[in-house]
């Protein structure tokens, strides 16, 4: 019974130590602290300015050129030298009302009277108005109408002195003509009898006989 007291009292012994043992080594380790360690910072860099990019320029595009009225150019064309007249006095009158065909007779009445845009001018108020007494005729007289002016200033030439004829061309062709006529009706030897020695004798006729003989003024 003794030894088996003892045997108990040995192995409770042992089982404490035992158990001591793993409660030491069950408890944690002391930790040794973890210096901090710092984080690397970023170096600011130079971020680069932007550049402005060029901008296009705008281009001006070109103004179209105004389109010219046919008929309108064609009559300030004729009558430029004429009377004077330009594209804008055409259309000017065109757009108070003239039709072309009455400005292109007022302008063949003009030139025939020897006149120039001013009196184109009157003859066209003269048509609108209908008054032709401030607009004298080669005879001295006045017309009523548009009729009688028409036909005292262009006579029978106002079938062929019209619009038409300028259009077609067909004036200026006329024209081109007359000039030649008028060029070979000029007096011929005008300017060649001075060279030739076929104008007029220096003396009339006898003049130089009369010193050597005939009547003997020249001698005693």
Not at 74 to 97: C, R, S, T, V
Not at 164 to 193: F, H, N, W
């Amino acid at each position: 019974m003794s030894r088996t007291k003892v045997l108990i009292s040995i192995l409770t012994v042992l089982i404490l130590i035992v158990l001591s043992g793993v409660s030491v080594w069950a408890a944690p380790g002391r930790q040794e602290p973890v210096e901090a360690t710092e984080e690397p910072t970023a170096t600011p860099t130079d971020t680069p300015e932007p550049t402005e990019e060029p901008t296009a320029e705008p281009t001006e595009e070109p103004t179209p050129m105004p389109t010219l009225h046919p008929v309108a150019s064609a009559l300030a064309e004729f009558f430029a030298e004429k009377l004077g007249l330009n594209y804008e006095d055409i259309m000017g009158y065109h757009e108070d009302g003239m039709g072309f065909g009455v400005i292109a007779q007022a302008c063949w009445m003009s030139y025939a009277l020897e006149g120039d845009a001013e009196l184109l001018g009157d003859i066209l108020e003269a048509k609108k108005s209908g008054d032709f007494s401030t607009i004298t005729l080669p005879d001295g007289g006045t017309a009523k109408n548009w009729g009688q002016f028409r036909k005292a200033v262009l006579g029978s030439d106002k079938a062929h002195k019209n619009l038409g004829a300028i259009m077609s061309g067909r004036a200026a062709g006329e024209e081109e003509q007359e000039d030649v006529v008028r060029s070979s009706t000029e007096l011929p030897g005008k300017g060649k009898d001075k060279d030739k020695g076929g104008g007029p004798p220096a003396e009339p006729p006898g003049k130089g006989k009369d010193k050597g003989g005939g009547k003997g003024k020249g001698k005693q």
